[in-house]
């Protein structure tokens, strides 16, 4: 193997560029070049590429976003989109492709695997919805991000006495959510895995504040509903008068965390030499602190839950 690609899919998490930059020194210290393609499968498709020397990815390590930009491509689903890109891989002599995004990306990488091209994923989303990997790159940096904003807006709610309603991403899942909630101290967590029963909360604000607790704060996973739909029905079910605070696209911003830089170089470095080894369709996982290899399907084929422990603490530490 001596020349390997390299692109990033789908939305961006911090610690992308971390991710590439270990593939290419890896591939490097194993004697072997590196193309950067752009824009994802968009990129690839066109044939928008540049080699990556060691330079290219020096002071990028901190960054946040992806050098290589990102895109959702539907062009690339279709059977003429994917010939393109194996076209553009061909004409630049790549042996192997290493892609790096969430289960969308993969679906994709799967497709050009089927075809011929060796392809190993590496899973880069702040809703860490990966199943086959406890984590992913950017989850961490994102959770620590929601938590700092939510750290502020508890200042202010308990000095008012007020209730918060904070909303998150996570379209359809809500780790994001959780691991805000548990670390920041809310009340209550809505996440879309879970049936939201409007009554029980209001009942549970209202004992809590019988109880004594001037102040409250909900955090809600943007793919239930907006946080506005949520101050309506809390005003209608329960009279609560809550404020609301969107955190949107700040949290896939900013530079990544020391546990998201370790792992992203972690993954670029293993995602390679499995190559070396003659692995492909493949993503990189982590488990318990350990690389390893899934197939790509385990990334959408079966679902990734909650931890029930932590959907638990929420309720039990919020008394
Ligand atoms: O990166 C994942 C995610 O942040 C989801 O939680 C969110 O719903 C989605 O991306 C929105 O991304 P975009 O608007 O870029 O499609």
């Not at 982590?286 to 084929?301: F, N, V």
Request: net charge neutral; aromatic share 4%.
């Amino acid at each position: 193997m001596k020349r390997i690609a390299v692109l990033t899919s789908g939305g961006d998490s911090p610690g992308m560029n971390a991710a590439v930059r270990a593939v290419v020194r890896t591939a490097l210290y194993h004697g072997m070049e590196t193309i950067g393609v752009m824009r994802g499968f968009e990129g690839l498709m066109d044939g928008d590429c540049m080699t990556l020397d060691r330079a290219a990815v020096g002071g990028i390590i901190h960054r946040g976003g992806t050098i290589l930009r990102t895109a959702r491509s539907e062009r690339f689903k279709t059977e003429a989109g994917q010939r393109a890109a194996l076209v553009q891989m061909e004409n630049r002599k790549v042996d192997a492709l290493v892609v790096i995004g969430g289960d969308g990306s993969f679906r994709g990488a799967l497709e050009l695997e089927k075809k011929g091209l060796p392809v190993i994923g590496i899973p880069g989303t702040i809703d860490n919805d990966i199943a086959g990997t406890d984590v992913t790159i950017g989850y961490d940096t994102a959770v620590n991000t929601a938590l700092s904003a939510v750290q502020k807006l508890r200042d202010t709610a308990s000095s008012h006495d007020r209730l918060f309603i904070v909303e998150v991403m996570g379209r359809d899942a809500g780790f994001l959510a959780l691991e805000v909630a548990v670390s920041s101290g809310a009340e209550y967590v809505v996440v879309p895995e879970i049936q939201l029963d409007i009554a029980k909360m209001c009942d549970h604000l209202h004992y809590s504040r019988k109880r004594g607790k001037t102040h409250s704060l909900i955090i809600l996973a943007e793919g239930v509903m907006s946080a506005h739909e949520l101050k309506n029905r809390l005003q209608d079910t329960g009279g609560y008068d809550a404020r609301v605070t969107v955190l949107g696209y700040i949290q896939r911003g900013g530079s990544p965390s020391s546990f998201d830089t370790v792992l992203a170089s972690r993954m670029g470095a293993f995602a390679v030499e499995s190559l070396l080894e003659g692995k492909s369709g493949s993503m990189v996982c982590s488990i318990c602190g350990q690389m390893t290899l899934c197939p790509l399907e385990d990334a959408w084929k079966s679902p990734k839950h909650l931890n029930p422990e932590l959907l638990a603490l929420v309720e039990k530490l919020s008394v």
